[in-house]
């Protein structure tokens, strides 16, 4: 892998988590339109709340991470993608913004009524927004954003049959993500009416996901051919293969309960639609656009790469922790109760553990600068971590009855 690929591999890592992640976030929303009503409807949508609840914020770390990312390594591409795609990329951002209102307006309801008023609302937007960031993928992914401010036209660059097919994909795949993830949380909080509520709706979606998705190869043949072969007999055949059996795996499991694998059958199928389709488009960015020709100068790949990874030696342990709460149930209220551990101790620990973290994010950072990068402000910023990192990692060199000691005279004041 060449130095101008690794920043594109972290966009697409990037989308994939947000696309599995992000999408079960939307789906759950979706989920709520449809409820009905009525005491079991209302379950539903509580239920579909709550469990987006610890983690709606977090999963849109993904977007913010692929966008930066993106528009830092290939400028060019960025421009173009965002002022020919402005119009399905705005509707995105509105749906996001409406989202994010709609959840916290809930909580002020003061009446059934509001509640179910904020609650379509909510799930309105939950739909649109990830038609309309499968619509933009569309525009992209037929060759219809060409290089250049707004060179591409505004419409028919996402309102074409390959946008809409995939926009329709994006938000039953969404659907089908959450419905497979509520089921599992149902069962773990031993609601067993909530879980066949959400097996049925799983399967359900599930199906319509599939032929949802041969519908699009069809449609796809028709209106861009070029990354039909690419999917069918190029290099996304492979990822292609592996999106088919693991949607006909989950579906399996989910129809024999056992929801733990099933969660990451899911997520493998949405996210190996998203590796065949780089793998498809490669080397191509856009229309005469390669990735190589699209990178931005080398110290700033350089900065990228150590940045990313710096970033990701302290945030992805948070997230890791996070969803590894959500997954146990470990935000349930009789079991914070019971093993909370004292609030100096936990603060102890959370210092420890961030300082480990900041002192290696450090170390990677000094080490990329001082090596990689060529100008001068690349050493002394590489130079200033490795001085940094010295100074947090000094007193995990010293022997442990000296930090015992360090500790107890401390905790003594």
Excluded: C
């Excluded at 890592?13 to 339109?33: E, I, K, M």
């Excluded at 830092?72 to 421009?79: E, M, Q, R």
């Excluded at 020709?293 to 350089?302: C, D, F, G, I």
Aim: hydrophobic share 60%; charged share 10%; net charge positive.
């Amino acid at each position: 892998m060449h130095l101008y690929e690794i920043p594109l591999f972290f966009v697409l890592a990037g989308l994939a988590l947000y696309t599995v992640l992000g999408g079960a976030d939307f789906g759950a929303g979706s989920w709520q339109l449809g409820a009905g009503r009525g005491p079991h409807a209302d379950r539903i949508r509580d239920h579909a709340h709550h469990a987006m609840a610890p983690v709606w914020e977090a999963n849109h770390v993904w977007l913010i991470f692929v966008l930066t990312v993106f528009w830092t390594a290939y400028p060019v591409a960025f421009g173009s993608i965002m002022s020919t795609l402005a119009i399905p990329l705005f509707v995105a951002a509105l749906g996001i913004i409406l989202r994010g209102t709609t959840y916290a307006l809930r909580i002020a309801a003061t009446s059934a009524r509001e509640v179910r008023r904020i609650d379509t609302a909510f799930a309105f937007s939950s739909i649109l927004t990830p038609f309309a960031l499968g619509a933009a993928v569309g525009g992209i992914a037929s060759q219809r954003v060409p290089v250049g401010n707004a060179a591409g036209d505004l419409l028919t660059s996402w309102a074409n049959p390959t946008s809409v097919s995939i926009g329709v994909l994006a938000a039953v795949a969404a659907a089908y993500l959450a419905a497979v993830f509520l089921a599992a949380d149902a069962v773990r909080l031993g609601e067993l009416e909530l879980e066949a509520a959400f097996r049925a709706r799983a399967l359900a979606a599930g199906v319509v996901a599939g032929a949802v998705a041969i519908a699009a190869l069809f449609v796809v043949r028709s209106d861009a051919h070029q990354l039909f072969h690419g999917l069918v007999a190029g290099r996304g055949l492979a990822a292609l293969i592996v999106s088919i059996a693991a949607g006909s795996a989950t579906l399996a499991l989910v129809w024999r309960r056992r929801y733990e694998p099933a969660r990451y059958g899911a997520a493998v199928a949405v996210a190996a639609v998203i590796a065949g389709w780089a793998l498809a488009q490669s080397p191509l960015l856009l229309p005469g656009l390669t990735v190589k020709a699209a990178a931005a100068p080398r110290e700033t790949l350089v900065a990228i790469v150590v940045a990313v990874v710096a970033g990701a030696v302290v945030l992805l342990p948070s997230l890791g922790w996070l969803f590894k709460l959500v997954l146990s149930g470990g935000f349930d209220q009789g079991e914070m109760q019971q093993t909370r551990p004292p609030a100096r101790d936990l603060l102890r620990t959370t210092t420890h553990g961030l300082a480990a973290r900041v002192a290696i994010a450090l170390l990677i950072v000094g080490f990329g600068l001082t090596t990689i990068a060529d100008s001068p402000w690349a050493h002394a910023v590489g130079v200033t971590s490795l001085l940094l990192f010295v100074a947090l990692a000094f007193p995990w060199a010293l022997p442990p009855e000296v930090r015992s000691d360090r500790a107890g005279s401390g905790s003594a004041r």
